[in-house]
């Protein structure tokens, strides 16, 4: 999948949320100098999210007094370590497992654009927000306003022996339309489709 040479294929291929953070930070990486963002990507951390959350993905920052967008903050004793002294706290980017399975790729690097304009925010503001600078900086990348939420899957999959949730699937497909023919991994048991109540 060419993890070693930071090479960007393999969006389809992602299976582990390791592989979804990796993959990501990669386009981070390169988003940041290609559309010249003013961060620092070694002061955010990364995370899944597993849970079925709305967003398809955050940026979790420490509150940090007085501080609003478009005042350049001064970061000074932010941090014990006197080498770190001007650099700003980090924060962290969180994505949504479920998201990226709902979201095509150009849908998920615009999210991820998104949500570095919100660092490139809170690492020279300390604050971020949506207002109109925000939104001058997100068409300047090329990134939405507002990221879409994404709807729960229509369809869930469960293993029809143990009762666990095997999959999830937002549109029809095979598996949903034939689910008694598959096996789960779990229980070699037939599965069971449950469509989502509007
Ligand atoms: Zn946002
Ligand atoms: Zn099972």
Known sequence: MGHEDGSLGGYDAIETGDELVSWSRT???RAASHYDFTVDLHRV???VSTRAKRRAAAVKTPSVDDARVGEPRRWTGTSSQSAELDAAPTCTMSLSWRAFES???EEWTATLRHELVH?????????TDHGPAFKRRAEAVDA??????????KYTLTCEACGADVAYRYRECKLVRESAAYRSACCE??????????
């Open 45 to 47: 951390r990364w995370e």
């Open 144 to 153: 939405p306003v507002r990221v879409r939420r994404f709807a729960e899957p």
């Open 189 to 198: 048991a037939p599965l069971d489709c449950r469509e989502r109540e509007e």
């Open 103 to 105: 979201f095509d790729r």
């Open 27 to 29: 386009y981070c990486r």
């Open 119 to 127: 660092v490139e925010q809170f690492q020279a503001f300390g604050a």
